[in-house]
T-cell receptor
Framework: GAVVSQHPSWVICKSGTSVKIECRSLDFQATTMFWYRQFPKQSLMLMATSNEGSKATYEQGVEKDKFLINHASLTLSTLTVTSAHPEDSSFYIC?????????????FGPGTRLTVT | GENVEQHPSTLSVQEGDSAVIKCTYSDSASNYFPWYKQELGKRPQLIIDIRSNVGEKKDQRIAVTLNKTAKHFSLHITETQPEDSAVYFCAATLYSGAGSYQLTFGKGTKLSVIP
């Protein structure tokens, strides 16, 4: 149990367009989901924390108008990269905390590779 | 906020030898310390974790030690195998408010096990 999926697994888009990435918890309900960005050969950097039914909390330096996060249900959170630019190219990974269980553990999705041309 | 330092950034060991990766954290309120293994282009996989009320935890060839006074924790892998080759991340968890705990990751250690 505790499977998290992401869609798409990879996407190429043109500069100036928007891209939506979905994060789903397949076999559990997630009250909290997290979005991370990982540049090549670097660590995971937390972008925002998303609680179901409320606005996301963004980390310092992350533009909330550029990275739109919606957590409309207990099994789905979406990240939309608006007006994407080449510097937004990265590996985006979501994670989910399982409702009713440990407040600490997070289950990670497989990631989405975004390339902006 | 929390700051996690991880060393070394790269580590090469001969198959069968042990590997040790060390991390320090800055906020004494952090109370959960997981270790993740990440293969290229894949998701981080939790391999072991430790809570602040425990000093050591072992799971087969993997062990983690925690020194809360010194604010450092270490990952020990014994009898390394080629399939242990990956990037390993330590993390510290800190309460961020509104019932939410956040992970702060170290920069990672690329472990290469040479057959």
């Amino acid at each position: 149990g505790a499977v998290v999926s992401q869609h798409p697994s990879w996407v190429i888009c043109k500069s100036g367009t928007s891209v939506k990435i979905e994060c789903r918890s397949l076999d559990f309900q997630a009250t909290t989901m997290f979005w991370y960005r990982q540049f090549p050969k670097q660590s995971l950097m937390l972008m925002a924390t998303s609680n179901e039914g409320s606005k996301a909390t963004y980390e310092q330096g992350v533009e909330k108008d550029k990275f739109l996060i919606n957590h409309a249900s207990l099994t789905l959170s979406t990240l939309t990269v608006t007006s994407a630019h080449p510097e937004d190219s990265s590996f985006y990974i979501c994670s989910a905390r399982r409702m009713g269980q440990s407040l600490y553990e997070q289950y990670f999705g497989p990631g989405t590779r975004l390339t902006v041309t | 906020g929390e700051n996690v330092e991880q060393h070394p950034s790269t580590l090469s060991v001969q198959e069968g030898d042990s590997a040790v990766i060390k991390c320090t954290y800055s906020d004494s309120a952090s109370n959960y310390f997981p270790w993740y293994k990440q293969e290229l282009g894949k998701r981080p996989q939790l391999i072991i974790d430790i809570r602040s009320n425990v000093g050591e935890k072992k799971d087969q060839r993997i062990a983690v030690t925690l020194n809360k006074t010194a604010k450092h924790f270490s990952l020990h892998i014994t009898e390394t195998q080629p399939e242990d080759s990956a990037v390993y991340f330590c993390a510290a968890t800190l309460y961020s408010g509104a019932g939410s705990y956040q992970l702060t990751f170290g920069k990672g250690t690329k472990l290469s096990v040479i057959p």
